[in-house]
């Protein structure tokens, strides 16, 4: 999936060196070059705005993904998605499935 990402975010960089993260972002851009590399951090925020900004200024925004298709099965825990459905929409969800909500509804 690295290697297909459009954005890849680096989080958990509170854990290591300013080196070390220096040294994978390079790493993750030797693998995917067309990829836009971010480091977020979920303790501080540092870097929250700016991907948000980034998710939420694109110019071909998506209302919903209702009808969708993934790139990929999603990776893990029990739900349709994690068992291999690509198709996005409440018609193909089975299991335990719990809702994110996003905009202002």
């Known amino acids: 999936m690295l290697k297909t990402a459009d954005i890849v975010v680096i989080t958990k ?11 994978f972002a ?10 836009m590399v971010m480091n977020v951090n979920g303790l ?9 900004t980034l998710l939420y200024d694109e110019e071909d925004h998506i ?8 790139r990929f099965s999603m990776p893990s825990a029990m739900c349709s998605y994690c068992l291999g ?3 996005i929409g409440a018609e193909h969800q089975l299991g335990n499935v719990r809702k994110i909500e996003l905009g202002d509804e």
């Open 13 to 23: 960089g509170d854990i290591v060196s300013q080196a070390e993260r220096e040294v």
């Open 85 to 87: 459905e690509t198709r």
């Open 63 to 70: 209302d919903t993904v209702t009808g969708k298709k993934l």
């Open 26 to 35: 390079s790493r993750v851009s030797t693998v995917n070059p067309d990829a």
């Open 44 to 52: 501080t925020g540092q870097g929250a705005f700016e991907f948000s």
